[in-house]
């Protein structure tokens, strides 16, 4: 299993600024994921964030919008820039833990409200 | 990645009863998985149960699975409010998951 924390656990932020949220895995782990939530909606898969290279993005997620960083395999950041009441989500990090282990464990996500 | 779906989107049910909801695929799977998400909260694994597996249990969760329907239930015995929370499934042969939109469980104490 993993424990993940995340940082800030809730924020609310002005339209225009940025926000980089920290994730943090008790242990090291090779896949780490980033997932946005939209009030009402389900989770959506931003990136996978990658060890000493880009992170991949899914389809209608860039990385001039959302900024991740990777420097090492227990901690990762999400940035959500220039941001604006649309992107008002909960922001969950989530890893894979475990050699073949198709489980997938969440942190508590970050709250984020944007007006 | 696939999706599942769950099914119904909403459910609303009296403290002590039984809540039963549904996911459906629509792929060949190795695994499927079923999670938990308190408002406003990360989700919480509850229970994978492997493609040749029919049944697991779990507490007072009990999941089913068939293969030849591509769907799959989860049953929670004895609801409690503290059981109130959204219910997602996801399935993949690969990481990372893809979740449906849920369903929302609500126990009225």
């Known amino acids: 299993s993993a424990v993940i924390s995340q940082k800030p656990s809730r924020d609310i932020c002005q339209r225009g600024t940025s926000l980089t949220i920290q994730c943090q895995v008790d242990?090291?782990?090779?896949?780490m994921f980033w997932y946005r939530q939209q009030p009402g909606q389900s989770l959506t898969l931003i990136a996978t964030?990658?060890?000493?290279?880009?992170?991949?993005?899914e389809s209608g997620f860039v990385i001039d919008k959302f900024p991740i960083s990777r420097p090492n395999l227990t901690f990762s950041t999400l940035t959500v820039s220039n941001m604006s009441p649309e992107d008002s989500s909960i922001y969950l990090c989530?890893?894979?833990?475990?050699?073949?282990?198709?489980?997938?464990?969440f942190g508590p996500g970050t709250r984020l409200t944007v007006t | 990645s696939q999706q599942g779906e769950e099914d119904p989107q909403a459910l609303s049910i009296q403290e002590g009863e039984n809540a039963t909801m549904n996911c459906s695929y629509k792929?060949?799977?190795?695994?499927l998985q079923w999670y938990r998400q308190n408002s406003g909260r990360g989700l919480v694994h509850l229970i994978l149960?492997?493609?040749?597996?029919r049944e697991k249990h779990s507490g007072r969760l009990r999941v089913t699975l068939d293969t030849s329907k591509k769907s799959s239930s989860l049953l929670i015995t004895a609801s409690r409010a503290a059981d109130t929370a959204s219910y997602f499934c996801?399935?993949?042969?690969?990481?990372?998951?893809?979740f449906g939109k849920g369903t929302r469980l609500s126990v009225i104490a």
């Open positions: 149960i492997r493609s040749n597996e």
């Open positions: 964030a990658n060890q000493g290279s880009e992170a991949t993005y």
């Open positions: 792929t060949s799977i190795n695994n």
């Open positions: 996801a399935t993949d042969e690969s990481t990372p998951l893809v």
């Open positions: 242990s090291q782990v090779t896949m």
């Open positions: 989530s890893v894979v833990a475990g050699q073949n282990s198709y489980e997938q464990y």
